[in-house]
């Protein structure tokens, strides 16, 4: 059974850390893309970062860019996301996402729906 499971939401302070962490059955891992996006109350998902088979590709939205790190770990499926610099614009309900076509330069514009697999998403919430 094909799943993503993320972990490592919480309530945090602004200007503090989290990194989330995505455990992948995907199989097999190292020929997915891997991702993350966010959806806050009342606004539409939206792309956050995205990361290559190899880990060399990285991309990011630029609401984010220079706060956030994606990483990916392909001996453990695991792919993560390091928060830095929290905002309470970052609170959010924040997804994993993998997929094993589309180009990691095009995920920030592909309808989110058209990628392949999805997590249930994990809360973050960064109070002021």
């Known amino acids: 059974q094909v799943q993503l499971v993320e972990s490592g939401g919480g309530l945090v302070q602004a200007g503090g850390s989290l990194r989330l962490s995505c455990a992948a059955s995907i199989r097999p891992f190292s020929r997915y893309r891997m991702g993350w996006f966010r959806q806050a109350p009342g606004k539409e998902r939206e792309f956050v970062a995205v990361i290559s088979y190899s880990g060399l590709g990285r991309y990011y939205a630029d609401s984010v860019k220079g706060r956030f790190a994606v990483s990916r770990d392909n001996a453990k499926n695991v792919v993560y996301l390091q928060m830095n610099s929290l905002k309470p614009e970052d609170t959010a309900v924040y997804y994993c996402?993998?997929?094993?076509?589309?180009?990691?330069?095009?995920?920030?514009?592909?309808?989110?729906?058209?990628?392949?697999?999805w997590g249930q998403g994990t809360l973050v919430t960064v109070s002021s």
């Open positions: 996402a993998a997929d094993s076509t589309v180009p990691s330069s095009a995920w920030a514009a592909t309808p989110y729906r058209s990628l392949e697999v």
